[in-house]
């Protein structure tokens, strides 16, 4: 396994302003927010490029998803949505990044008028994008997200029913600090460990999302450590707190 760090503690600065600070990191594993000041554009990609050619850097993406929701009713707007993280996908190619994090659809005010609609619509958005990120080599994964939100994959039955799903065959990204506020850290780990490519990580003290710096919660990361080992994880731990991010990277290490 192998620490990285997302660009969430910098999204109050444009990318373009920050892209020094990412050499200077205490790891060379980068997760790009494509969202907000640091939504990527070809300018932003070429340098991009070039700091990944001369500092040695690897990076994945973390589609858009404050404004996309993949379940949307409208044909239209979900269609302009698709086109958006076609973007990030495409992108993604460009920067030989290890994968593209999205989040799933949510529920909307028509579905007490359509119930499953919502549902539908996620998977066939998904499965759509999943082929697209195919086409560009690139792998797509589904990221568990939190409560309490209209989200539609928040629990482990939400993603029982979504694997069991015979249109899609798409490999997750773990959010420990998003199954902490269910208490289901570990029953991710045992059930789904099979289908966990991409882990994220912050700490909260169990109500709510507060992407605290590690250690500063109430998650128990000595046990948590210890069970993604136990899973035979290899992949990408990428910390997502807002502030101290080298902080985190040291108080990990020390599992690690």
Request: proline share 4%.
């Amino acid at each position: 396994m192998k620490l990285a760090a997302s660009t969430l503690h910098l999204l109050h600065q444009p990318l373009s302003e920050i892209l020094h600070k990412l050499i200077y990191l205490n790891t060379k594993n980068i997760e790009i927010a494509d969202s907000g000041y640091h939504a990527l554009n070809p300018r932003l990609v070429e340098q991009l490029q070039e700091i990944r050619a001369s500092y040695d850097l690897e990076f994945s993406i973390h589609a858009p998803y404050a404004d996309t929701n993949l379940s949307a009713d409208d044909d239209l707007i979900r269609e302009w949505i698709l086109k958006r993280i076609r973007y990030s996908i495409r992108f993604a190619n460009e920067l030989e990044a290890k994968c593209v994090v999205i989040h799933p659809g949510w529920t909307t005010a028509t579905d007490r008028f359509m119930k499953g609609r919502a549902w539908e619509l996620n998977i066939r958005s998904l499965h759509w994008l999943q082929k697209y990120s195919q086409e560009y080599g690139v792998p797509l994964l589904i990221e568990n997200v939190p409560e309490p939100t209209p989200y539609l994959l928040i629990t482990t039955n939400d993603f029982e029913l979504f694997f069991s799903d015979e249109q899609i065959d798409m490999r997750m990204v773990l959010d420990i600090a998003h199954a902490n506020l269910q208490s289901q850290v570990y029953d991710f780990l045992q059930d789904f460990g099979d289908k966990i490519d991409h882990i994220h990580v912050s700490d909260n003290r169990g109500s709510k999302d507060q992407h605290l710096p590690i250690g500063e919660g109430s998650i128990n990361w000595e046990r948590v450590m210890t069970s993604i080992r136990k899973i035979g994880f290899d992949g990408w731990i990428v910390i997502e707190s807002y502030r101290d991010i080298d902080k985190s990277i040291k108080y990990l290490n020390s599992f690690i």
